[in-house]
């Protein structure tokens, strides 16, 4: 490092501090292994069917599973299952693809269950992270303020 630029870093630390924690966030995000925990993403449909996404996604060997739970007080069909009030059923989704379920509940009568593969350390897996924070985002329950 040159004496000349010390100054400059001297005066501009709080930048550089905030840049290099930013860059270890994003090495974190692409580096850190994925998994642990559940394999599940739970579906869970309310009264009036209200907030049912047409389309969820899954990761092949990291979540996997939808667990389909049904909160609206008549019985659901999704594909070939009948699930009365209040039951749940957990399925597996192992295969990498795009599947378009029966759900007459919904709006266009099918929900795409869309299994991607587990990203690789990288570009790759930040991307998904930042994809995955984007669908929690986006499917967080609407509230009014009390």
Request: proline share 12%; aromatic share 6%; net charge positive.
């Amino acid at each position: 490092m040159q004496l000349s630029s010390l100054p400059l870093l001297r005066r501009h630390w709080p930048l550089a501090l905030l840049s290099s924690l930013l860059g270890l966030a994003l090495l974190w995000g692409a580096l850190w292994p994925l998994g642990g925990g559940s394999h599940e993403l739970l579906l869970e449909v309310p009264p009036g069917a209200r907030g049912v996404p047409a389309e969820v996604r899954l990761t092949a060997g990291v979540r996997d599973v939808l667990l389909l739970r049904n909160r609206s007080g008549r019985p659901l069909v999704f594909g070939p299952l009948q699930l009365a009030p209040g039951a749940q059923v957990r399925l597996p989704f192992g295969e990498e693809g795009e599947q378009a379920m029966p759900m007459p509940i919904l709006q266009g009568g099918v929900l795409r269950v869309r299994v991607v593969p587990m990203p690789s350390p990288g570009w790759e897996r930040l991307r998904w992270r930042f994809g995955n924070l984007g669908d929690a985002v986006r499917t967080l329950p609407l509230q009014g303020p009390d």
